[in-house]
């Protein structure tokens, strides 16, 4: 995201790979990685991985009408009617979501299943879809470092024939912690699969396939020291594939739980951002804006605001915000608390909205 527009509701709360107002793959933050990446020589077969995978593949595209930018991000077609996986942090905040079959140059408008932000996982559906080709999956419980893997996906959100990164595996189990360019909050992300490969922004979403094209891995992030020099021969992030495809069949399945977002998004109309650090002050979520015609708005929240509780429950940062709206409804009553800009205490009764997805 492009730091000066707001992240409504935390939305976005990973630094997203993608173009600056919104493609996707998470950037990390410097200094929390846990071993060096040391890449490993490759051989792949690149003519035979493209024509395996590419078919099982869309480009995704949204309207972040809240924040005005748009995004891309990459999908893999999971079902021959058109479910399709990938990232949450691909289709936050989105107001509209469209995809492009790369097996039949197709594009579909898409409903968002449900997903789950602590995973970063969302299942999507494309409308009308029908007899698609599907990705091969493989299993991530055979990958081992040094594997060779290809990174294949919508490289920098260019559409058309998609990109192709080879590199090998460098860790297993790898935890990181990212943000977005909104600052709207960091997330921490685990068990992922380290590669040395060159993840690009809008490769978010794509597969992670091994030399006999299967997907192992879902792509989720690149170092935030490569993300901004440009240098070719980066590193990356997955989520495996085996963790990925049973919360997004558990979505899929209609099973709610306390990390997982069936249906509708709940909405009050704030952008938020954590607290900052050495601020002073309350602790909480702090009021980057209140939307405009939004709940919040008419709560007479203002920027500077800092959001304390809702229904009692403590926020302390911007996550905590975006994890309790994710189990609410829109129509739902919700007791919102605050410290305005002049440090007095406020709360006030507020019937929460439909949002944007993620």
Not at 106 to 120: C, E, K, L, P
Not at 327 to 341: K, M
């Amino acid at each position: 995201m492009n730091a000066k527009q707001p992240t409504p509701e935390g939305r976005a709360a990973v630094r997203l790979r993608g173009l600056p107002g919104a493609l996707a793959a998470l950037l990390l933050l410097a200094g929390l990685i846990a071993a060096p990446a040391t890449a490993a020589p490759a051989t792949l077969d690149q003519s035979a991985l493209l024509g395996q995978v590419v078919p099982g593949l869309v480009d995704i595209s949204t309207n972040l009408s809240y924040q005005g930018a748009l995004g891309a991000g990459t999908g893999i077609v999971i079902d021959p009617n058109g479910d399709v996986l990938t990232n949450n942090h691909v289709i936050e905040g989105a107001t509209e979501i469209t995809a492009v079959s790369l097996a039949n140059s197709r594009t579909y408008d898409v409903d968002v299943i449900g997903f789950d932000r602590a995973s970063d996982i969302a299942p999507v559906r494309l409308r009308g879809a029908e007899a698609l080709p599907t990705a091969a999956l493989g299993t991530s419980s055979s990958v081992a470092v040094g594997d060779p893997i290809a990174a294949i996906g919508n490289s920098d959100g260019a559409g058309g024939n998609p990109s192709y990164a080879p590199g090998s595996v460098t860790q297993l189990g790898a935890s990181v912690r990212a943000s977005d360019e909104a600052g709207g909050g960091a997330r921490q992300l685990d068990d992922l699969i380290r590669v040395a490969a060159d993840i690009r922004p809008g490769d978010s979403g794509g597969p992670l396939v091994n030399s006999a094209g299967q997907v192992v891995g879902v792509t989720v992030a690149a170092t935030l020291t490569y993300g901004l020099s440009g240098v070719r021969g980066g590193e990356g992030f997955a989520i495996p594939i085996d963790r990925a495809m049973a919360i997004a069949n558990q979505i899929r399945a209609g099973a709610p739980s306390p990390s997982i977002h069936l249906g509708d998004t709940a909405f009050i109309g704030v952008a938020i951002a954590d607290t900052p650090p050495f601020r002073g002050g309350p602790v909480g979520a702090v009021v980057r804006q209140a939307l405009p015609d939004t709940p919040a708005q008419a709560a007479g929240l203002v920027s500077g605001d800092v959001i304390t509780a809702v229904d009692g429950i403590p926020i302390g940062a911007a996550a905590d915000l975006s994890n309790i709206m994710d189990q609410r409804r829109p129509g739902d009553t919700i007791v919102l608390s605050w410290i305005d800009r002049g440090g007095n205490p406020r709360s006030a009764p507020v019937v929460v909205t439909k949002g944007p997805v993620g």
